[in-house]
């Protein structure tokens, strides 16, 4: 009993996105426009009605987006877009599995979904389809009763959601989450996570829900006053009628683990009649049957017969077998707590029938559901093979790729090499010529220097010899004339005597213009104001003739010589003692 107890508590928490009012929900002008305005363009069409599907779906009236369905599979099977027909299997499974109790049939759907986009490119649109295929698979898994499954599904679903941070589905998968969490018995995982969304401040969506799960784990670990306190949070967030009986309905049971009958009582009936107009059949046949339960426990058998009755009636009426079997069993507890067991024939006879029926349902079920499962498996293992080859071939290409840049860049880099080698050779032949170069002009300039030097040498030489060939014709007419002898040796002597005490500038300003042809015109261009002597001194100095020399070729003392070089310091303004006169005009 405690097992079916907890199995019902579950069916509610798990209603929690899959319930909504009987009012209809308007489709939005917006959608209707756009609906409108696409009838010929099957493309356009298709992705129109993902957006009213959606917006059904959000809002959980799975209902009315069934003809929209239904045409979106149409046009799936005439687009070959594989997102247009993931999409379709998609909404149809999710319309199966919210709206009829073939989980198996929704299975099939949403496993197809699976298939077609695990297979599409990688991209946000994509991911978040396959994200919320993995939370509708989970809600498969949940409803054929494969916690472990499911809560693969759900932890799947919130690691590829990481990928494009999508808050919806990470609020939607998370909340899920706390349902399976409940059913696994993982109490304190649920209440943390619970409290988590509770605290985000970015979490805009229905705070119902959370409270209300994080009550079921407080109530199943027995911590009873703290479940009342989130389901009474739960209450203040409960925007429907249904969610208000809900509340109304788990309070009860509430008060039934707490063995306070009465206010149990209470509870259940405010959910059975103020919101009969509203109640999911499950919730209805829920409240009657635990009603019933409650009064017989106070020995109320009346009232506890008359409540269970209508309970099994109404689960008969609505083909709710699991839910008609337990009525019968706890009518038939109670008729055996009172000692009518002659009323209870014809309800063991349907119990056992139901029960041998319902349990070969459940084998078939259960057995679709392995098949099921192990296609799911196989087509799963498949596609991981098939990822895993197409990521060897992604990786095979990359290495290749690799390769081939680097043979390019190695091919690139030895030509930048050759390249900058020849241009090497280049500069090095263009500075080898400018060196040649220079050196034939040095050596044509030192040639020239030669050639002058040899010139004036052979002017000098040419003068020396005229000047002898002077002497000895002299000497040759005076040996012919004695008596005039002694007039021609004086004659000779005074020009001797001449020639070594007499200079003529004149002579030298010939010869040192001719090795320095440029030296007077650069000094004077300078210093204006230089003396025809101060020139010459300026000439003798550049020879690097010293003072003594000087003095003797102009046929000065020493002390003059040193007294003319003092003036023609000042009159090159060369205040700076450091500085030497004859490098100075080395520069002319």
């Known amino acids: 009993m405690k097992n079916l107890f907890l199995f019902l508590l579950t069916l509610l928490s798990l209603t929690a996105f899959a319930q909504s009012g009987s009012e209809v929900l308007p489709l939005p002008d917006s959608l209707a426009v756009k609906l409108e305005s696409c009838k010929n363009d099957d493309l356009a069409r298709a992705e129109a ?43 149809m499974g999710l319309l199966i599995g919210e709206t ?70 990470e609020y939607i998968l998370k909340t899920n989450l706390l349902n399976i969490y409940n059913a696994m018995k993982k109490y304190d995982e649920a209440i943390a996570m619970g409290k988590e969304l509770l605290n985000d401040k970015n979490y805009v969506y229905d705070k119902y829900v959370p409270y209300h ?114 009525g019968l069993l706890r009518k038939f507890e109670l008729l055996c707590d009172f000692h009518k067991t002659d009323e209870t024939f014809q309800d063991i006879s349907r ?9 070969k349902t459940n084998d078939a079920t259960k057995l679709e559901s392995l098949w099921l499962q192990q296609e799911f498996k196989q087509k799963e293992t498949q596609l991981e093979y098939e990822r895993q080859i197409s990521e060897m071939n992604h990786r095979k290409q990359n290495v290749v790729l690799f390769f081939v840049l680097l043979v390019l860049v190695l091919v690139i880099l030895i030509m930048v090499l050759l390249l900058n080698r020849k241009k090497m050779l280049l500069k090095n032949k263009d500075i080898q010529l400018q060196n040649e170069a220079l050196m034939k002009d040095a050596m044509a300039k030192e040639l020239d220097l030669r050639n002058r030097e040899m010139t004036a040498k052979t002017l000098v030489q040419v003068q020396r010899q005229e000047w002898v060939t002077e002497m000895i014709q002299k000497l040759k ?11 021609h040796v004086r004659e000779i002597i005074r020009n001797l005597e001449q020639y070594k005490n007499v200079s003529n500038p004149d002579d030298f300003d010939y010869y040192f213009t001719k090795t320095n042809p440029d030296f007077y015109d650069r ?23 010293n003072t003594k020399d000087i003095a003797a070729i102009c046929n000065i003392t020493p002390e003059s010589a040193r007294v003319a070089r003092s003036r023609l310091r000042k009159s090159l303004n060369l205040v700076d003692s450091n500085v030497d006169l004859a490098s100075f005009l080395s520069k002319y």
């Open 100 to 169: 009829e109790n073939r989980p198996n049939d929704a299975f099939k759907h949403i496993h197809s979904a699976y298939v077609l986009a695990s297979q599409l490119p990688e991209n946000e649109e994509n991911i978040n389809l396959r994200v919320r295929i993995y939370n509708s698979l989970g809600s498969c898994y949940s409803q054929l009763g494969w916690e472990a499954e499911c809560y693969d599904c759900y932890i799947k679903g919130l690691e590829l959601n990481d990928k494009i941070k999508n808050k919806q589905n």
């Open 213 to 326: 799960c994080i009550a079921n784990d407080y109530k199943d670990k027995e911590v009873f006053d703290t479940a009342l306190m989130y389901y009474d949070s739960a209450f203040l967030y409960a925007d429907s009628p249904h969610d208000q009986s809900r509340y109304y309905t788990s309070v009860g049971l509430t008060f039934i683990s707490m063995e306070d009958f009465e206010r149990a009582t209470n509870n259940l009936k405010i959910s059975l009649y103020k919101y009969s107009d509203v109640n999911a059949s499950e919730t209805e046949i829920m409240d009657f049957i635990y009603l019933g339960y409650v009064y017989g426990l106070q020995a109320k058998q009346d009232s506890a017969l008359f409540f269970l009755t209508q309970g099994i009636e109404k689960a008969r009426k609505e083909n709710l077998a699991s839910m008609e079997l337990d």
């Open 49 to 91: 009605l993902v957006e009213v599907i959606r917006y059904f779906h959000i809002n959980r009236h799975y209902i009315e987006s069934r003809p929209y369905v239904e045409e979106l599979s149409r046009l799936s099977d005439r687009l070959d877009d594989a997102y247009i027909k993931a999409m379709s299997d998609h909404v």
């Open 523 to 545: 000094l004077r261009a300078d210093f204006p104001n230089l003396t025809s002597n101060e020139l010459r001194l300026c000439a003798y100095l550049k020879m690097n003739l």
């Open 477 to 487: 007419a005076a040996a012919d004339d004695k008596k005039a002898l002694s007039e």
């Open 351 to 359: 119990y056992l029938h139901l029960a041998d029926s319902l349990q």
